[in-house]
């Protein structure tokens, strides 16, 4: 095995959780793993609710990985591996994913020397497709347009748009610094399409192919993809894509018109990038503008990443000394990196947290919340959306309050809700 443990002491952050969280029947096997996932696990997470709890499944997956990839003898110093939480760090409302052990709202760079893990996480190619509609309309013309539109539109593309944070919407399109109209109008698209995603999600498909490994950890396998195994699971994927995008400009075309509207940015926010190293899962990396979507009262902000994260933000960061121990300055520099949306939070503030493994990953967690003027709420699941009425999603102010603060993006527009289209009101509950 190459892998080099370092043996060092390395502080994490000073912050404490602000309840007690456990993961209970941790095989001994598995704790020097978790301890490793923790020092690689960096988060711009904001609010003390459910940030901890993602950051604690995901050193749970994470782990998993580094186990498998040492048994195939990858050299953790050399590859760099890393989870990167945005300010919406949530967690998962699929099932299999946080069975596996991990959340959402991260990049995960999961490369292990041409080895790729980041399958492990569940890429499905869901992303904001935005465009300008350029035919001549008044507000109320356009919204007339919409609702129409809106009982005409296929059942796919209704099934689609309704499941769970998924939508499409129309906005006016105000001046960041002023308030004024731009008289511009823009509609987002924001979906994972009508793929499907067994292909991705079990590859059984895969397992005679050359490069395909399948490693037993203490709490579940882990499959790692190279040679012939990663090239054909990655053709499949890069083809997936692009017809998820070609799906969303689909539902641009039923909804405003062939030739009604400009296509302004395609952006995959959970999906795979360079040749399968880094996992967007929930999250942007690109160059261009970006929209950060939230409640769908407050609509979207519309933004130019800056080439993130910058010396002067790691200097000051909490995790700065595991950064600087480890190495991971130049891997965390010049990301263009930035959450996608709010993210799911708990309603109410937690008392307590803890999870319960078995030999296949995460085999339930309990959870104790703090209700409003009665006792505490003691709940336990297998996943989150078993309990998705304790769930809102995340306030504009808290979540750019933390961008802004990583110097993350440059605000361009407000982009004001005009209409959404379906659901007129976005609803938690789906699949991330």
């Not at 067994?198 to 498909?205: A, G, S, V």
């Not at 930035?338 to 109410?348: D, K, V």
């Not at 990953?361 to 505490?376: A, D, M, S, V, Y």
Request: glycine share 8%.
């Amino acid at each position: 095995m190459n892998l080099n443990i370092v043996n060092e002491e390395i502080n994490l952050r000073e912050e404490k959780p602000p309840y007690p969280i456990s993961i209970l029947n941790v095989s001994p096997d598995f704790e020097p793993w978790l301890e490793e996932a923790e020092k690689r696990i960096f988060s711009l997470g904001t609010g003390d609710r459910i940030v901890p709890i993602a950051l604690s499944i995901m050193k749970i997956g994470f782990a998993k990985i580094l186990f498998a990839a040492s048994e195939l003898g990858a050299d953790l110093e050399r590859c760099k591996p890393f989870v990167l939480f945005a300010p919406d760090c949530t967690c998962s409302f699929n099932k299999i994913r946080t069975e596996r052990g991990f959340s959402y709202g991260a990049l995960i760079k999961g490369d292990m020397e041409g080895m790729i893990s980041t399958n492990n996480s569940m890429p499905n190619s869901c992303g904001y497709t935005i465009a300008e509609i350029t035919v001549g309309k008044t507000d109320v013309s356009l919204v007339n347009h919409l609702k129409q539109k809106q009982k005409e539109m296929g059942t796919d593309h209704l099934q689609q748009l309704g499941k769970g944070n998924h939508f499409s919407a129309v906005y006016s399109v105000r001046d960041a610094i002023t308030g004024d109209d731009t008289m511009k109008r823009y509609i987002n698209v924001h979906s994972s399409g009508n793929l499907g995603t067994d292909f991705l999600y079990d590859l059984k498909w895969l397992r005679d192919v050359d490069g395909y490994h399948k490693i037993e950890t203490p709490h579940g396998p882990i499959e790692l993809l190279e040679s012939d195994a990663k090239r054909i699971y990655l053709d499949r994927y890069n083809k997936g894509d692009k017809t998820n995008s070609e799906y969303r400009k689909q539902v641009l075309e039923e909804i405003m018109g062939e030739g009604a509207f400009n296509i302004l940015e395609e952006i995959t926010h959970q999906g795979l990038s360079e040749d399968g190293k880094f996992h967007r899962l929930g999250v942007q990396v690109h160059e261009g503008f970006i929209p950060i979507a939230f409640n769908s009262e407050e609509g979207l902000m519309l933004a130019k990443i800056k080439p993130n994260l910058g010396k002067e933000f790691l200097d000051s960061w909490s995790y700065r000394e595991n950064v600087e121990s480890l190495g991971y300055t130049e891997e965390l520099t010049n990301l263009n990196f930035s959450p996608h949306g709010g993210g799911y939070e708990f309603r109410y503030p937690v008392e307590k947290f803890s999870i319960k493994l078995s030999k296949n990953g995460i085999k339930n967690f309990e959870i104790e919340l703090k209700l409003r003027n009665t006792q505490n709420k003691k709940l336990k699941a297998n996943y989150f959306r078993q309990i998705k009425e304790y769930f809102s999603f995340r306030r504009k102010l808290p979540m750019m309050r933390e961008v802004f603060k990583a110097d993350l993006v440059e605000h361009i527009y407000d982009l004001e809700p005009l209409m959404q289209i379906y659901p007129l009101v976005s609803t938690v509950g789906g699949t991330l």
